[in-house]
C-alpha cells in the first residue's frame, strides 16, 4: 500500500494535477475511464522525439530513419512483454480500442457467411456492438446478446445456452466501463474455443488495471488504447495470435503493409506490417513506452491494489449517501470504476454541480446504451480512478455530493 507522501511523489510527475480551476478549485479528476492524465516523463518523450529521432520508419536507410525505426520496435517489444504475448509480431499498432475492434470486424467479417453468429455482452461500450452489428446487417447473420443480471454479472450458463458451432466469434469486455466489473474471460474464452469460435476481449478498461498475460488466457484478439493507462492519444494496439493474423486479411491498403505491387498483383508483407498500411503514429508509440516505463516502475500489481482500495473506500462512503442506486452492486468485484444515480436528481444537474466545485466525473450514456436502457435510465454518474487518485479526493466528492444534494434540495 502507498503511503501519502509516496502518492504524492507520483501526483508530482503530473503537470496538469497542479493547474488550479479559475485559480482557486485544486482539480479533482476522477474520470480516469474516459482517459487518464499523463506524466511529464509521456510529455517530455512528445519533444524528445522531435528533436532527435524524428523520422519515418522501415523505409530509409538513413541514421535518422533507423533510430525511429528501432525505437518504435523497441516499444512493440515492450508492450509484447508487458502482456505476455509470444511473439512481437503479435502486437499491431493502431490508432487505439475502437480502431483494433474495426479491424477484427472488418478483417474476419471476410470470413464469415449468412446465418453464422457473432456474440457479445449486454454491457459492451458502443465500440464493441456497433462494429459486429454492421458485420451481421451485411452478411446476414445473428448477433446474439449475452444477458446480464441486476447485479451486471454474465450469466455463463445463459452464455453456453447461446454458443453454438455457428458461432464465429465471441466480443466481449474484460472490465466494463460502467459497471467497472471483472468478467470471467477466461471460462469464455475456454468455452468459446470448445465450440471452434475466435474470442476478442475489449482490454481497455482492464490493461491499466490488472496483469496480463496472453499465453494465459489463450485468447485470440485483445485490444486496448494508450491514453486510458498514460499514454498518449491516438495510440493503441491489437493482440492477435500469430496463426490468425497470418490468415486473415488486411483492414487498410497501400504503402508500408506490401510486399510487391504491380498493376497486376500485390502481395502483403508480413505480420504486423501487413495490418500496419501507412504512416504509423512514430511519435505517439514513442511516448507510450515512456507511458509503460512509469506503470512498470509503480508494479502493475500495486497499482491494481491501490485502486481496489480507493474503490472499496468510495463504495463505502457513496453506500452512505441516502436515495443512492449504485449500478452492479457488488464491492468485490468492482475495480476502478463506479457508476450511479441519486433519486429525483438528474446525473447531468449533480455533475454540474460538481464540476462547479472542481471535480471531473463522466456523466450520460457512458457510450453503453443499451446498458443504460437495461437498467432503465438515461444516464449515469460515473467515477473513476488512476494511480494518483487520494482518499482525500474521495472525501471530498462525498461532500460535495451531499452539498450538491442541499443546493438541489434532496
Ligand atoms: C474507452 C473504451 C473503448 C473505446 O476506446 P477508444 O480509445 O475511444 O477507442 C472501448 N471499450 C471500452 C471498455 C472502453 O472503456
Not at 501526483?11 to 497542479?18: A, E, G, T, Y
Not at 511473439?87 to 471476410?110: H, Q, R
Not at 467497472?180 to 491499466?208: F, M, R
Request: proline share 3%; glycine share 6%; hydrophobic share 40%.
Amino acid at each position: 500500500m502507498f503511503s501519502r507522501k509516496e502518492i504524492k511523489e507520483i501526483r508530482n510527475q503530473f503537470p496538469i494535477l497542479k493547474k488550479k480551476i479559475d485559480s482557486v478549485n485544486p482539480i479533482i479528476y476522477i474520470d480516469n475511464a474516459a482517459t487518464t492524465h499523463k506524466p511529464i516523463q509521456v510529455i517530455e518523450a512528445s519533444e524528445y522525439f522531435y528533436s532527435n529521432i524524428n523520422s519515418n520508419v522501415h523505409r530509409g536507410v538513413h541514421f535518422l530513419g533507423r533510430k525511429a525505426t528501432i525505437s518504435i520496435e523497441d516499444v512493440r517489444k515492450k508492450i509484447q512483454k508487458f502482456i505476455v504475448a509470444k511473439y512481437p509480431s503479435e502486437i499491431l499498432f493502431t490508432k487505439g480500442t475502437t480502431e483494433s475492434i474495426n479491424l477484427v470486424a472488418s478483417s474476419i467479417g471476410n470470413l464469415i457467411k449468412n446465418g453464422d453468429e457473432i456474440i457479445i455482452s449486454h454491457a459492451e461500450h458502443h465500440s464493441n456492438i456497433v462494429p459486429w452489428q454492421n458485420i451481421c446487417k451485411n452478411k446476414k447473420s445473428i448477433l446474439k446478446i449475452i444477458p446480464i443480471n441486476k447485479n451486471g454479472f454474465i450469466d455463463i450458463k445463459i452464455f453456453k445456452s447461446l454458443i453454438s458451432k455457428k458461432t464465429k466469434i465471441v466480443s466481449i469486455n474484460h472490465i466494463s466501463n460502467v459497471l467497472g466489473i471483472i468478467n470471467p474471460i477466461k471460462k469464455i474464452i475456454d468455452i468459446s474455443h470448445e465450440y471452434g469460435a475466435w474470442v476478442l476481449i475489449d482490454g481497455a478498461q482492464a490493461a491499466p488495471n490488472v496483469c496480463l498475460n496472453m499465453q494465459d488466457l489463450d485468447t485470440d484478439f485483445y485490444v486496448f488504447s494508450a491514453h486510458k493507462m498514460y499514454g498518449p492519444t491516438g495510440i493503441g494496439i491489437l493482440y492477435g495470435k500469430k496463426k490468425i493474423l497470418e490468415k486473415i486479411s488486411p483492414y487498410q491498403f497501400g504503402g508500408e503493409m506490401i510486399k510487391n505491387v504491380s498493376f497486376t498483383k500485390t502481395t502483403y508483407s508480413t505480420i504486423p506490417f501487413k495490418f500496419e498500411a501507412g504512416t504509423p503514429n512514430i511519435e505517439g508509440i514513442f511516448s507510450w513506452g515512456k507511458a509503460i516505463n512509469f506503470i512498470e516502475k509503480i508494479g502493475i500489481l500495486n497499482i491494481q491494489f491501490y485502486k481496489k482500495k480507493l474503490t472499496e473506500y468510495a463504495l463505502k462512503r457513496l453506500n452512505n449517501i441516502s436515495g443512492i442506486t449504485i449500478y452492479g452492486n457488488d464491492s468485490l468485484e468492482k475495480l476502478s470504476i463506479i457508476s450511479f444515480n441519486i433519486k429525483n436528481i438528474h446525473f447531468f444537474d449533480l455533475g454540474s454541480i460538481l464540476d462547479r466545485l472542481g471535480i471531473a466525473v463522466r456523466t450520460g450514456h457512458l457510450c453503453a446504451q443499451p446498458l443504460m436502457n437495461f437498467f432503465n435510465v438515461l444516464g449515469m454518474i460515473r467515477v473513476s480512478f488512476a494511480i494518483y487518485n487520494t482518499f482525500d479526493e474521495i472525501d471530498y466528492l462525498f461532500e460535495s455530493i451531499l452539498k450538491a444534494k442541499k443546493i438541489l434540495k434532496f
